[in-house]
């Protein structure tokens, strides 16, 4: 398993034991910005997603690594949204209708990981996460598919095959 590189430091924000890791976005929201230089933690789910996608536990090691499992979990329904998009066009279509969700917290019917996060204390706190998660999930989106279509708007079969996959034996609907 490919953990994350992202260490747990007492500066970082967290929401529910999820740390707010800057990122390398346009997209508003409560993440603080990344130097554009570096990788962040989208780089690093998108880089492990075809390794990690295989394991069916993950030993937590970091806070981040939290993270990183939720972002693999995402990136594992996007595909499943784009495996049936033969164009760019149609997938970007996809990817924009599965962002209009509501975004579940821990706590809430329909978080895909019971006990990963540790339940809100205040409506304050779910709401923070609530909008990191939105905005993470924009911005894995916007990148996955750069990685899932090719330059002349034609799937990727190389990323688009890995959408069979259960990551840790969830089943996606």
Partial sequence: VYHSSFVDDDSITKACGCPLLPLKTHIKGPAPASDPDKADIVDEAITFFRANVFFKNFRVKSPSDKLLIYLTFYINIALKRLEGCRTLAVGTKAIINLGLEKVPVPGEPGFPFPGLF????????????????????????GRLLNCAYRANGFPNKWWLAFAKRKFMNIVIL
């Avoid at 996460?129 to 993470?136: A, E, M, S, T, V």
């Fill in 118 to 141: 540790t339940l809100p204390l205040a409506q304050e706190e779910a709401e923070l996460l609530r909008n990191y998660l939105k905005q993470i999930r924009e911005e894995t989106s």
